[in-house]
């Protein structure tokens, strides 16, 4: 599950769970020392550069856990992967985004996954979502920043054939599409 904040990622992977019922949910960044001071901000003031770099090795412990969870028998539904390190880095690299670099730093870090849904959704819906949970927003929520990223996530969804879906629907429209999508695909039985 990709998008901006406040476009149901967590949500979705959620209910998703609950349809499979075979299946664990991870998030980025995770709740690993690494995943844990990104998401603070511990690191303080750093370079776009060097923060994408946590970001991937953050990812890089994740996708040991994925592969162990697969290893198992069980489904693995991410709450972010492959796609957020490039379209949130790429925003605050801007003009000096190498989007290349922000693919090719992953590659060892990553798997291919089955499918790939881009929630996509008007990042100032998005954000009133945000305001909604009453939580403090983190650095990357705010509206200009996020415009940039959706724009980022739509170019990756075409040039990476992801599923686009309405993220301004109710949960359970969501969920259709996505269940509707695996289940085309081969991935998922009718229920």
Request: charged residues 30%; glycine residues 8%; hydrophobic residues 40%.
């Given at each position: ?34 995943g844990a001071m ?147 695909r ?6």
């Amino acid at each position: 599950m990709e998008g901006v904040d406040g476009s149901g990622k967590t949500t979705l992977a959620q209910a998703l769970k609950e349809r499979i019922g075979n299946a664990v949910t991870t998030f980025e960044p995770t709740k690993g020392k690494l995943g844990a001071m990104l998401r603070s901000g511990d690191f303080g003031k750093i370079p776009p550069a060097a923060e994408a770099l946590l970001f991937v090795a953050d990812r890089a412990i994740h996708t040991e856990e994925i592969k162990n969870n697969l290893d198992n028998g069980y489904w693995v539904i991410c709450d972010r992967y492959f796609a957020s390190t490039i379209a949130y880095q790429s925003a605050s690299l801007g003009d000096e985004a190498d989007m290349e670099w922000l693919e090719d730093i992953q590659k060892c870090a990553t798997i291919e996954p089955d499918a790939v849904f881009l929630l996509d959704i008007d990042p100032s819906v998005g954000l009133s979502r945000v305001d909604d949970r009453g939580i403090e927003k983190s650095r990357f929520e705010k509206l200009d920043f996020l415009m940039k990223v959706r724009s980022t996530y739509l170019g990756l969804a075409k040039r990476h054939g992801y599923d686009v879906i309405d993220a301004s629907r109710s949960a359970e429209e969501v969920l259709s599409d996505v269940v509707s999508v695996l289940v085309r695909r081969g991935l998922l039985a009718s229920e």
